[in-house]
């Protein structure tokens, strides 16, 4: 999961939901379009490529998230701000 909900909103200790953007490893997910972001394989400490999935974005308890397992670079980051936008017709 990539966590896409603000930093203020996700410390903010009366909220017990975060907003986030799935991850997958299929390369089937990767042919689906302008939505679907490749994260290469390193890229925020994972072993291999992987896809943001951005028009699936949804809501999770923070108790369900146990383990960060690392930071995407800022050029990934990008990618993903345009499959959000592109997912949900924002400017």
């Known amino acids: 999961m990539i966590v896409i909900s603000h930093d203020g909103f996700n410390e903010t ?3 017990r939901s975060i907003i986030v953007a799935p991850i997958s490893t ?32 949804t809501t999770l308890d923070r108790a369900k998230l146990t383990k960060r ?3 995407l670079p800022a050029e ?3 990618e ?12």
């Open 13 to 15: 200790p009366g909220w």
């Open 26 to 57: 299929s390369a089937a997910q990767g042919r689906r379009g302008p939505t679907v972001i490749e994260i290469p394989a390193g890229a925020g400490g994972l072993a291999k490529e992987c896809f943001a999935v951005c028009h699936q974005v």
């Open 69 to 71: 397992i690392g930071a």
């Open 76 to 78: 990934v980051l990008r």
């Open 80 to 91: 993903v701000e345009l499959g959000l936008k592109g997912a949900m017709d924002l400017d």
